[in-house]
């Protein structure tokens, strides 16, 4: 498990801070997953259990809202019920970061995203073979 990763120095981050060696869920959703998080810090990162943990991300032009999003990967197979995502959100109010509701869509966007974004790459990797 790694901790402590985030922003675009992910990839040079993995590779340098460990070797991962096993995958224990689809490599695409894991890549696609990574890709699509690449915007905010990570929390946790463990490949074998295909979870992803975003930690707090604050939108340079939204100051007083946060978000975290969660990522697990739930089996070894390309399929839409692969991929779980889960979303916390909180507002600055009253000197406080006070829990508010995700909006409408995000968490089914975000894992149509990632499902996007892993057939492509399989189907790059399908071409060059």
Same mark, same amino acid.
């Given at each position: 498990?790694?901790?402590?990763?985030?922003?675009?120095?992910?990839?040079?981050?993995?590779?340098?801070?460990?070797?991962?060696?096993?995958?224990?869920?689809?490599?695409?959703?894991? #890549?696609?997953?990574?890709?699509?998080?690449?915007?905010?810090?990570?929390?946790?990162?463990?490949?074998?259990?295909?979870?992803?943990?975003?930690?707090?991300?604050?939108?340079?032009?939204?100051?007083?809202?946060?978000?975290?999003?969660?990522?697990?990967?739930?089996?070894?197979?390309?399929? @839409?019920?692969?991929?779980?995502?889960?979303?916390?959100?909180?507002?600055?109010?009253?000197?406080?970061?006070?829990?508010?509701?995700?909006?409408?869509?995000?968490?089914?966007?975000?894992?149509?995203?990632?499902?996007? #974004?892993?057939?492509?790459?399989?189907?790059?990797?399908? @071409?060059?073979?």
């Amino acid at each position: 498990m790694l901790s402590g990763c985030g922003g675009r120095d992910r990839p040079a981050a993995l590779s340098q801070q460990a070797s991962i060696t096993t995958i224990g869920v689809n490599s695409y959703l894991w #890549r696609a997953s990574l890709d699509t998080l690449r915007f905010m810090p990570l929390a946790q990162v463990d490949s074998a259990g295909g979870v992803i943990v975003g930690d707090w991300y604050q939108n340079p032009s939204i100051p007083n809202e946060r978000v975290k999003v969660t990522v697990a990967i739930l089996d070894a197979a390309l399929r @839409a019920d692969a991929v779980r995502v889960s979303a916390q959100r909180e507002v600055f109010t009253d000197n406080r970061w006070q829990a508010a509701p995700v909006r409408a869509g995000t968490v089914q966007r975000l894992e149509e995203i990632i499902l996007e #974004r892993a057939r492509t790459l399989r189907q790059a990797d399908l @071409a060059r073979n």
